[in-house]
Structure formats: C-alpha cells, structure tokens
C-alpha cells in the first residue's frame, strides 16, 4: 500500500476530534489533501450499530465484536482503498483504541484480553505508520467534557486511568511509531506541534 495511515488516539476527552477538526483547516496539511476519518464510524450500518451498545449495557464481549466489525467495514471501504490510491490517511480513533479500551472492559472474560483482542486483529487490520497519543490525567479531560462526559459509560476516572496505561505502554513498546502529546497544553501548542510532525513524516518520506 503506497499512502501512509496517521491515527490520533487517546482517552475520552484528551482533545483529538478539536486537533482532528484544526487539522482540516490547517494549509499545510491541506495542501497535501488528506483523507479525514473516524472510528466509530459515522452514518454506517455498522457505525450506528457501535453507537447504540455504547449507549447501552451491551455485553462486553458484544460490543468488541461491534467495534470490530465496524473497523472491517471502515479498512474495506475507506481506508484501504485511500491507502492503495496513495492518499494519506488521517483516523480520529483507530485499532488501538480497542486494544485499549476493551483490553480492558473484557477483563473478567480472558486472561489476557489485550493480547486477545490484538490477535483478533493481527491477520487482517493495517497497522498506522504514525499514531498520535494524546496523553492526560483523566481527571482533567472527564472535567473538560463535563455534563456531556456523565452521559457516556466510558468517561469515568478510574476506568481512564486504566485506559491510560495501556495507551502509554503501546507508545513504549513501539516508540517508531507513537508521539506523546502532552494534551493538557493549550489548543494552540498541540496544533503546532502536531502538524510539525506530520509535516517532517511525509516529506522524509
Ligand atoms: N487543549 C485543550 N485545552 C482545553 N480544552 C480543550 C483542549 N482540547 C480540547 N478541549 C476541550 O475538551 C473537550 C473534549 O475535547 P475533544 O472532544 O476534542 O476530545 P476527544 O479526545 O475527541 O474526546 P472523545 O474521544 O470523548 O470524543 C471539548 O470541550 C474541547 O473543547
Ligand atoms: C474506536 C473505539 C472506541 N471506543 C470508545 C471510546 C469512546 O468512549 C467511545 C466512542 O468514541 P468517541 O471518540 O468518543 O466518539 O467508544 C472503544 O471502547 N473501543 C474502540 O475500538
């Protein structure tokens, strides 16, 4: 595949769809005509599907399969195909969001749901060149979505905190393709530093 994959991740709230959202309107990054895109997916079959179990007590080993089946969907009809066009994709959320989070909502099914949930994976998702972590103590970003993170199961401080650790263990484990963005700066300064970056991988490329 001759185009490059970027993700942005992170906990609820650490601020990537704002960064998401400056991305597309930054110059720089527009002038290489990016393709922008999300997990969940929105508007699908499959995206509505996610939405619906997160807003429900939908068993846990259920929703995973949700969130799969949506990031089938989302590699077979946009992802992929940008990617073999030679388009550079840029995902708001991604495979490692799942690795994450449901790493660690099916703890009490597997003895090691992480690597459960990645050899699910392994044979058929496509691994991002680039992933952004946009890392913050939860404390801050649950109190930055306020009254809309009390509506949502996952925005919960503890549960973060777990979420957290995984993201920041991934990043150790792959240092070649992880940066850590400090999200607790200003909009500004993580705009900045995130485009630099982008910038510096598609022109060493
Ligand atoms: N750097 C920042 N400083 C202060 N507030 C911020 C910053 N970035 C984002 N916010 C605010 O924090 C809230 C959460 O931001 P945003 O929706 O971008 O996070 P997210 O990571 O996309 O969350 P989720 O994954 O839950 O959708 C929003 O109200 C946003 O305006
Ligand atoms: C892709 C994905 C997401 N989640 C969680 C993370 C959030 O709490 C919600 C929805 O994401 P959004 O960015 O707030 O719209 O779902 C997850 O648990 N597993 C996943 O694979």
Redesign the pocket.
């Given at each position: 595949m001759k185009g490059k994959l970027i993700t942005l991740e992170g906990i609820?709230g650490s601020g990537?769809?704002t960064i998401a959202k400056k991305l597309q309107e930054n110059p720089d990054i527009c002038n290489f005509d990016p393709i922008f895109t999300?997990?969940?997916t929105r508007g699908t079959l499959t995206g509505n599907a996610v939405e619906n179990a997160?807003q429900s007590e939908t068993d846990q080993l259920a929703e995973l399969f949700l969130?799969t089946a949506d990031?089938a969907e989302h590699l077979a009809k946009l992802v992929k195909p940008s990617l073999e066009k030679g388009k550079t994709v840029i995902s708001?959320?991604?495979?490692d969001?799942?690795y994450a989070?449901?790493g660690i909502?099916l703890k009490n099914r597997f003895e090691n749901p992480l690597e459960w949930v990645k050899n699910l994976h392994s044979e058929w998702t496509v691994v991002p060149d680039l992933t952004f972590l946009f890392d913050i103590e939860p404390e801050i970003a649950v109190d930055r979505c306020g009254k809309r993170g009390e509506q949502?199961k996952?925005?919960k401080i503890e549960f973060l905190k777990k979420v957290r650790e995984n993201f920041l263990s991934f990043a150790s484990d792959e240092p070649e393709r992880f940066v850590i963005i400090d999200a607790s700066r200003s909009r500004e300064d993580i705009e900045k530093k995130v485009v630099q970056k982008i910038l510096e991988f598609i022109r060493h490329d």
């Open positions: 609820d990537k769809s999300r997990e969940p997160i969130f990031h708001d959320r991604y495979s969001s799942r989070y449901q909502t949502t996952f925005e």
